[in-house]
């Protein structure tokens, strides 16, 4: 895809196969959320698409077009939330609804140095009614959470840190340089779990020696499910 832009700015209807993502305007500049419809072995850019929404910003974002649900989230912790058709409709993405600080968390919004003061927002997802959203750096500086919002009160729903060694059993150690980086998240409604990929690192080292392997897994977890009975499973 020409204009692409980042890869946490996509999503896919499985059933008719489009694809959603943030696409760039070659000449203008102008960057915009859209959808196209995939097909193998294209390239494709942004005359292709089936319809365009304005973004003043690049934004990550999430669809569920089961519930018809669109929710993105920028640098600065703000969240947008609308339906997709609504989205269509506007051609332009809505005011935001709310900003994550708002829920204790403190969001590194000019790329400040961290030592564990700031919020390194990754990703968000969607699934009904509720949002996610995964926070904590590469660098092992500051918590790795998993928070989730109702959209409809906008409350805070749950917020769980996941815990090297006992969410995700690490063979190289944070103190030996390994990383336990929170990435996408999503909810998969055939097996009823959260699911959230993880960029772990491991390796080994003997001084300055070492050899390292990143690489990324994804975790599925029903733990939360008690706490989010309004997603629709069809």
Not at 190 to 211: D, K, P, Y
Request: aromatic share 12%; glycine share 10%; with cysteine.
């Amino acid at each position: 895809m020409k204009g692409g832009d980042h890869g946490g700015a996509f999503g896919y209807h499985e059933s008719n196969h489009v694809i959603y993502s943030l696409v760039e305007d070659p000449v203008t500049r102008q960057k915009y959320v859209g959808a196209v419809t995939y097909h193998p072995d294209q390239v494709v850019n942004i005359n292709d698409f089936l319809w365009l929404a304005k973004v003043s910003r690049y934004v990550r974002f999430a669809t569920d077009p089961l519930a018809d649900g669109f929710v993105a989230s920028d640098g600065l912790g703000n969240v947008y939330f609308v339906q997709l058709s609504d989205l269509k409709q506007t051609a332009a993405l809505p005011a935001p609804a709310f900003n994550l600080n708002a829920f204790g968390l403190k969001i590194n919004a000019n790329g400040n140095s961290n030592a564990g003061q700031f919020n390194t927002l990754q990703s968000n997802g969607v699934a009904g009614p509720y949002a996610f959203f995964t926070l904590g750096n590469a660098d092992n500086a500051d918590p790795r959470l998993i928070v989730a919002i109702d959209l409809r009160d906008k409350q805070l729903v749950f917020r769980h840190e996941i815990v090297p060694q006992r969410d995700v059993q690490l063979k190289c150690s944070l103190g030996n340089g390994g990383r336990l980086e929170p990435e996408g998240i999503y909810y998969d409604r055939r097996t009823s779990r959260l699911v959230v990929g993880i960029n772990r690192t491991e390796g080994w080292a003997l001084g300055r020696l070492g050899f390292w392997q990143t690489h990324s897994e994804l975790y599925a977890t029903p733990l939360f499910n008690s706490l989010l009975p309004d997603i629709p499973l069809r």
